[in-house]
């Protein structure tokens, strides 16, 4: 199953290939992408996800296959160091914090990759890196129907981990007596044991974890739900679960990190809250906010048409 990188880079990948653009995507072999592909490792392994040596020969493997491309987007994190030796313009896209080694990479690369920031949060903490641009991640929203919130449950949706706020998430609900189903991906040791010892404790009859669910699965949980929780405590550069959410109509409760505020109109389409108490107390209004008005704020500002729109525009300012 895609995480939220590949749909992102999946969804742009078609986008750009409906509008009339020829696209080569270097992926694994078993991407589901529907564009012509290149690779040379055929599957992609959980457990070798992040090691240097498959990720090298990757990226080496890449930059051989697009010599013949007008612009090179590459969205891996070891990728950049090799576009110096690139006859074509490289952009790159920090899919993660300015803070964490990527970021310090990209820091040696800035004066001939352009670096693209997914949030204006997330470009202040560059730190001297030029930012070619700043753009919002987008959905098909085609695929994501309007739901009518009739569940009667509140969503969590995320990793099992502390910064994303899963235990937040069940506290608040158990505060404002309201029913949660909790889906979560609980892969890693660290993640199993977050949830056996903080999360799984807290569960009862109304406040549930329903596994990891898929793509199909995750539009209609986000569509029956009054709202998402969304209770993060670190500074998320994006946070595609917010959007994927509006998208469905359901309004998110979260805190001000990172570029929530960017996604989220606070008392239109969810609550920036403030703390966990400012949590609880905006479960009580939520399901008055008009549904409507955040599908529509989803179709007006994170559409594919729009991201596509603004890639066009930074891949033809480096190919000029």
């Not at 696209?23 to 090691?51: F, M, N, Y």
């Not at 990720?55 to 969205?75: F, I, K, M, P, T």
């Not at 352009?114 to 919002?136: L, R």
Request: a neutral charge.
């Amino acid at each position: 199953m895609y995480g939220g990188t590949e749909s992102v880079i999946d969804a742009l990948a078609r986008g750009l290939t409906e509008a009339g653009h020829e696209v080569l995507l270097v992926a694994t072999g078993d991407s589901t992408c529907p564009v012509p592909r290149s690779w040379v490792i055929e599957h992609a392994e959980q457990g070798k996800l992040g090691l240097i040596a498959p990720a090298l020969r990757h990226a080496c493997h890449a930059y051989q296959a697009v010599r013949g491309c007008d612009v090179v987007h590459d969205h891996t994190d070891i990728g950049p160091l090799l576009a110096r030796s690139s006859a074509v313009p490289v952009l790159t896209t920090n899919h993660g914090p300015f803070t964490s080694d990527v970021g310090q990479m990209l820091r040696s690369v800035g004066d001939h990759v352009g670096v693209i920031a997914i949030s204006h949060h997330q470009a202040s903490t560059a730190g001297g890196i030029p930012i070619a641009a700043v753009i919002h991640h987008g959905l098909a929203l085609d695929t994501f129907p309007f739901g009518e919130g009739d569940g009667g449950y509140f969503a969590f949706l995320g990793r099992m981990t502390p910064e994303k706020g899963a235990k937040r998430a069940v506290l608040a609900a158990r505060a404002f007596g309201a029913r949660l189903l909790i889906a979560a991906k609980m892969r890693e040791h660290s993640e199993r044991v977050y949830f056996r010892e903080q999360v799984e404790p807290l569960l009862n009859s109304r406040i549930r974890y329903i596994g990891e669910i898929d793509g199909r699965s995750k539009r209609g949980f986000l569509g029956g739900a009054t709202a998402l929780l969304n209770p993060i405590r670190w500074p998320e550069p994006f946070g595609l679960v917010m959007i994927e959410s509006l998208a469905c109509g359901t309004p998110v409760l979260t805190f001000g990190e990172g570029a929530a505020p960017e996604i989220v109109e606070n008392a239109v389409t969810g609550y920036v809250c403030t703390d966990d108490d400012d949590m609880v107390d905006t479960m009580r209004t939520v399901g008055k906010l008009s549904r409507r008005r955040c599908r529509k704020a989803a179709e007006d500002r994170f559409s594919m048409d729009r991201v596509v729109t603004e890639h066009l525009e930074i891949y033809r300012r480096f190919i000029g």
